[in-house]
Structure formats: C-alpha cells, structure tokens
C-alpha cells in the first residue's frame, strides 16, 4: 500500500479498525521485517473479483477509472450503476463534538434491499440526507475543526430512483465481499464512502449496501456507523502522531495471517511478555494488570490465594495461569495428579485428520494413520480418502468408513473437536445411518482434551503444530498450516495442477503422525509421578 503524507486510504482506516498496530507497522515499522503474503489473503483477493465481475454482468454498468473527475462525469451523464473508480474529499471534523447520535432510520423509511432479481426501490428523501452533519461541513462551519484528504475506491455505486426528476442525481455505495454475513468493517466502509460521496454530490446517502458471498444484497443504515468513523478516523491520525506503535494484545485467531505478526510477538515478548501466557486472554490480561501481575515471574510467585479473589477471574482460571506460568518459567512440563484414565492401547491403533475447505464447503481429505504391532516391530500405513471434486465428498466419507470398519477395536486418537464436528456433519449429509456415526465416535480419542486434563506444556499456544514441534516432530513442509491447506485444494480446482494435491496428502500425513507423535509422548508421561498439586478436576467451572 502506497501512502502520502497527509492523507487516508479507506483500507488503512479499516485495518485500524481491526487491529490498532497494523497500519501504524505499515507506514513506519521496520520493512524488512514484514513476512511474504500469505497465499491464502492472494486467493480470497480473486475470490472477491471474481465476485465483482458476477455482479457487473448481471447487473451491467458503466465502468470508470479512478478520480473524481471520471466519477462526476458518469454521475453527470446520469449513469444508473457505476462501477470501479475512486472518490478523494478533505473531511472536516470538529475537535470535540458534541451533541446526541443521530436517529436511526425505522425499516419503513427504506425499502427492501435488492435480490439478483430486482432493482433498488427507495421511497423519497429516505436514502439521501442533505442537512445532517457530516465530516465534509466547511471549515468556516466549524469554529475548531481538522481535516485530513481521504480516499477510498469504490466497488459499485448505483443510482437514487428517488433523486430523479429533481435537479441533481445522486448515488448510494454498494460495496461487494465475500464474507457470508455483514461485519461491522464492511459497514464502516461503507459509512466513509457516503461521507466521501457526500462531498462530492452534496447529498449524504443515509444507507448503503453490501453484497455478499450468496450474492444478496444486504441494507445497511449508516447513521450510527457515520458516528463510529468519525471516532474511529480521529483516533487513527492521533495514533499516528505517537512515537511508538500502539500496544496490542496478539488474539492468535486474528493475527496468523498478518504480514507482522512475527515482529508483533517479538514486540510484545519485550514489552508485554504476559499476553504471550496461553490463558491470557484480551479480557484476563488487564485483570491481571490491575491486581499489579506484570509479569510471568509475578504470576508464577504470587499466592494463589491473591489471584483466586481477583474479581472476575475466577479461582479455575487463577489456578490454571498460575500453573502456566510455573512450567514456562521451568521450561519444562508439569503434570498433574491423577489422570482421570489411562490412555487406551490396541493391537492396532487409527490416527486420524481431516483437511476442509470452507471456501467450497467440503472436508476433501479424510486422512489415517494406521499403526499395527507385529511382533517385536510396527508397522505403520497412511491411507488418504481423497475427495478430488467437492461432489465426490460422499464417496471419501464412504471410504473412510470402511477403512475404520476394518479394526473395529481400535481406537481413533484425533486432535481436538473438528474431527468430531464434521464426521457429524458429513454423517448427516451422506445419510449414514445414525448408529453406526454414533458407534463411530465412542472410539474417538481427543489427544487435546487429554493435554488440557493431564498436563502443562511450557509453549505459547496449544495447538498440534506447538506441541508437537516442541517435541521435536518436523512437517515436511514447513509453511504448511490449515490456511495453505485451503489455498493448495483452491489451487487444484482451478489449476488441475497435481502437486497442490500432492502437498495436501503430504501435510495430512504429517498431522497424523504428530498426533502419533504426542500420543506416544502422553503414554509415556502419563505414568511418571504427577507432582504435588491440585487435581484438574478443581479446573471444574471455569
């Protein structure tokens, strides 16, 4: 992203809106530490033009270029869809606003938003408003004020029916995603492109569009978001003006396809350490701080008893940070007392992993790992029920349990609920008859609940890959993640390239064998002396 003093793009402002670090890093953080763009990001950027180009041809339009010059000249021409371009406007703010938040509009002052069927049909003077304050008021308006140019590129534009016959047309912004519900980001968007277009036409739309995956079209009313982004563009340019990025707190469901998000660890493993701790969640960790727990040193020495009065910690959650914060201190594990049972062995033994791509809404590799004790040796296959079209779904799932039906006494040892999830689903979907899932799923054996109930890893996170790199397991491809697992099964179905295939198999096999991997390793564990300590049954509750 090109930046240029003074100014806003609508992007960065939404990247604020979604992490509060990101656009700061963006314009001044240190470039050679920003990692290469995930695949996956490139592939739902195609994903959404595809998308622009399924609604430009069934809703055709005049096509402009960037600039409010190409833009003014299409609304001039009374153009009823406009697609593409960039509208620029200097917004004007007050300092310190004052006054009560707009009124929403009721549902009976807008009509109902378009289906791929009809056309966009508003009552009159609902969808525009031409007195109500906006960022674009004139400086000599606002005794203090500041302004900033801000820019945004807009997907689709479509014409007020209630504009007509009036003097001056004027248009409400459509903006195309492909999420699968409305977010707030995408309604903010759409707030500061009516900001934007209300300076450029003298009229500010009061509702906007979105149109989605489903390729429907969603209303959004605007009043409320106007006043978010207004905040919300007042606290970017002030971020900006700091010396330091802001502090954040890394959500690892959030963060793991950011381009920073290896500089951010590194930031917060200098400056708030604590936020690292698996536990500390964005609501715990300013709990902690308050109770002047800064530290994994702190946390790992204070009293139990001090951290279980912490107000709304919660003496389980008080107990269990604590006991996070002693094995990564040690670096080492720390079991607990009494594992509830002991892990269940067999001749032979599946170890199983599923590879899903929701993007197509199909579990497309169903993997196992067969172990088998031969005498003093085992033997060990890896069996991959491939579905190489989404259609073929059913013959995988089909495959799968016919495998599993082979060693009806083994046990199935999986790594946490999706397994679990989608052999209901798939189930369901396939019309499997109900015993035989239900059958299936008593003999499955989550190694992730049983780390949660029996010990306490000295690493950041307890996800497959963490704990078993920490056991010294290594993928064959070390990029490899569930994102690329999505993007390589993408890749196939448009390319017909084999070796995204190949690289799926290859991943798969290998989630299997770390779930072999920590198996082992619990089997092991599960019989040393448990040290002193509470059971994991006073976890209970929280």
């Known amino acids: ?171 409400l912004p459509v903006h195309i995603r492909i999420g699968k519900r409305p977010k707030p980001e995408y309604e903010l968007l759409l707030a500061l492109q009516a900001e934007l277009l209300g300076s450029l036409q003298g009229q500010v ?65 200098v400056a708030q350490p604590l936020s690292l701790l698996p536990g500390v969640t964005g609501f715990r960790y300013p709990l902690l701080q308050e109770a002047g727990i800064h530290s994994i040193e702190a946390l790992a020495n204070a009293r139990l008893e001090m951290l279980q009065a912490i107000p709304k910690l919660g003496a389980g959650v008080a107990l269990q940070l604590q006991l996070q914060a002693r094995a990564t201190l040690s670096r080492k594990p720390l079991w607990l007392q009494s594992p509830p049972q002991a892990l269940p062995t067999a001749p032979v033994e599946l170890y199983f992993d599923i590879e899903a791509d929701p993007r197509h809404n199909v579990a497309y590799l169903l993997g196992l790992l067969v172990v088998e004790q031969a005498e003093e040796n085992k033997v060990v296959n890896y069996y991959s029920c491939l579905a190489a079209e989404p259609r073929e779904e059913g013959q995988a799932w089909q495959q799968f349990l016919q495998l599993v039906q082979r060693y009806p006494e083994a046990p199935i040892y999986h790594f946490h609920s999706f397994e679990v999830q989608t052999c209901r689903r798939l189930g369901e979907q396939h019309q499997t008859d109900p015993r035989e899932v239900r059958q299936l799923l008593k003999r499955f054996v989550d190694l992730h609940s049983w780390v949660q109930r029996s010990v306490v890893l000295p690493i950041e996170s307890y996800s497959l890959k963490n704990i078993a790199r920490w056991l010294g397991f290594k993928w064959r491809l070390p990029e490899g993640s569930g994102a690329h697992s999505i993007y390589w099964y993408s890749q196939w179905l448009e390319t017909r390239d084999r070796r995204y295939l190949e690289q799926s198999l290859i991943y798969n096999e290998d989630d299997c064998r770390a779930t072999y991997c920590l198996k082992n390793w619990l089997s092991q564990g599960s019989v040393l002396a448990p040290v002193d300590g509470p059971s994991p049954d006073t976890w209970a509750g929280h």
């Not at 009313?221 to 340019?237: F, G, I, M, P």
């Open 205 to 269: 739309p009061k509702c906007g569009f979105l149109i989605l995956k489903d390729g429907k079209w969603h209303l959004v009313h605007l009043s409320r978001r106007r006043t978010q982004v207004r905040r919300l563009l007042q606290d970017y340019l002030h971020s900006l003006e700091q010396a330091e990025p802001p502090q954040v707190f890394m959500a690892r469901s959030r963060c793991h396809l950011c381009h920073w998000r290896e500089h951010c660890r590194q930031l917060n493993a």
């Open 1 to 171: 992203m090109e930046f240029q003093q003074g100014s806003v793009d609508a992007e960065e402002l939404l990247a604020f809106f979604r992490c509060r670090r990101l656009p700061y890093l963006d314009r001044f953080g240190p470039q050679e530490a920003k990692l290469p763009p995930e695949s996956l990001l490139e592939q739902w950027r195609r994903d959404r033009q595809a998308l622009q180009a399924a609604v430009l041809e069934r809703f055709p339009g005049e096509e402009v270029a960037p600039g409010n010059e190409a833009l003014l000249a299409a609304m001039a021409a009374g153009a009823e869809r406009i697609y593409g371009g960039q509208v620029v406007a200097k917004l004007f703010w007050e300092v310190d606003p004052e006054g009560a938040a707009e009124a929403e509009p009721t549902d009976s002052e807008v009509a109902l938003a378009p289906s791929l069927e009809t056309e966009v049909e508003l009552t009159e003077d609902n969808s525009t408003d031409k007195t109500s304050s906006s960022l674009a008021l004139p400086p000599e308006a606002i005794p203090e004020f500041r302004s900033v140019w801000v820019s945004s590129s807009l997907d689709l534009l479509i014409r007020d029916p209630s504009s007509i016959g009036k003097g001056q047309l004027s248009y």
